[in-house]
């Protein structure tokens, strides 16, 4: 802060600098969310009939679409726990209890897309045991998605521990 501080002359210039960053980043999550508003609402609502017609009285699909519905929803929760964590850092209360709960959250939420996503991989591998399919393409972007994922999970994770640490020394020298 002392660097871009001297750089550039003025505190009000990085408050403006991340005021601006954050804006940046809501936009972004606010985008996402709609993305994944519309996949919900119209992609695979579209695909359900779609099979429907193709197949009828053939509800194989529906167990996929019980896991895409569950990580959405997953995923949403996560992305409102992040705009969250982008107002607190925005109020300069990022160093908070509510930050350290906002990260658990995205982390747990993490937890739950991987579960999603492993049950459709058991679902996809049973499925083409009995139907003779190659279900090698679905299940190789399915464990691209949970490395994605885990990789999300243990940086919310890293970010917790020192915010941990920082709270439970704040009292001490207050």
């Known amino acids: 802060m002392k660097i871009i501080k001297s750089l550039f002359g003025s505190e009000a210039f990085c408050m403006n600098v991340k005021h601006g960053s954050t804006t940046f980043l809501k936009v972004i999550i606010f985008l996402i969310g709609i ?9 695979l609502p579209e695909a359900a009939k779609r099979d429907a017609i193709e ?14 519905y569950g990580m959405c929803i997953a995923f949403s929760v996560a992305l409102y726990q992040v705009y969250k964590l982008l107002t ?3 109020k300069n209360n990022a160093i908070s209890e509510l930050s350290l709960k906002s990260l658990n959250i995205i982390k747990k939420c993490a937890f ?3 579960f999603f996503i492993l049950l459709a991989i058991v679902y ?9 399919d190659d279900a090698a393409g679905p299940v190789s972007l399915g464990l691209l998605g949970v490395l994605a994922t885990s990789i999300i999970a243990a940086i919310a994770d890293v970010l917790q521990k020192p915010l941990k640490n920082i709270l439970e020394l704040k009292p001490k020298n207050d």
């Open 35 to 43: 993305a994944v508003l519309a996949v919900c609402i119209f992609l």
């Open 55 to 68: 197949r009828p009285g053939d509800y194989s699909l529906y167990p996929l679409l019980v896991c895409a």
């Open 88 to 90: 607190y850092i925005e």
């Open 112 to 114: 739950t897309v991987i």
């Open 124 to 132: 996809l591998r049973v499925r083409a045991q009995f139907t003779g």
